[in-house]
Nanobody, 123 residues
Framework: VQLQAFGGGLVQAGGSLGLSCAAS????????MGWFRQAPGKEREFVAA????????IFADSVKGRFTISRDNAKSTVNLQMNSLKPEDTAVYYC?????????????????WGQGTLVTVSS
């Protein structure tokens, strides 16, 4: 499975930005998907994940209520809509796919990773 994330950019605090991740080369519709991020000087952390069907999702406490995740299995894409952005949301955002049956908030349970897209939130 190859993943490509895009949609990053510069946005002011309080603004919104949508990220997308396009998958190819595999069975996208059966795979749980996740978004992670890595801020400068910090370890990569979990942001959100969605089940293979799109019916269930989980979020990090830091983004709950501000971010939503969705997927379109017909188009092999997963999206992360980010609202009420804060400067601390600044990071490189990565999408990931898992060969496991259920979604996860743990990096080691994801098998394929996109190249990352930079989100910068100015204060």
């Amino acid at each position: 499975v190859q993943l490509q994330a895009f949609g990053g950019g510069l946005v002011q605090a309080g603004g919104s930005l949508g990220l997308s991740c396009a998958a190819s080369g595999g069975t996208f519709s059966s795979r749980p998907m996740g978004w992670f991020r890595q801020a400068p000087g910090k370890e990569r952390e979990f942001v959100a994940a969605i089940s293979w069907s799109g019916g269930t999702s989980i979020f990090a406490d830091s983004v709950k209520g501000r971010f939503t995740i969705s997927r379109d299995n017909a188009k092999s894409t997963v999206n992360l809509q980010m609202n009420s952005l804060k400067p601390e949301d600044t990071a490189v955002y990565y999408c990931a796919a898992s060969r496991r049956a259920t979604m996860s908030r743990y990096e080691y349970e994801y098998d394929w990773w996109g190249q990352g897209t930079l989100v910068t939130v100015s204060s």
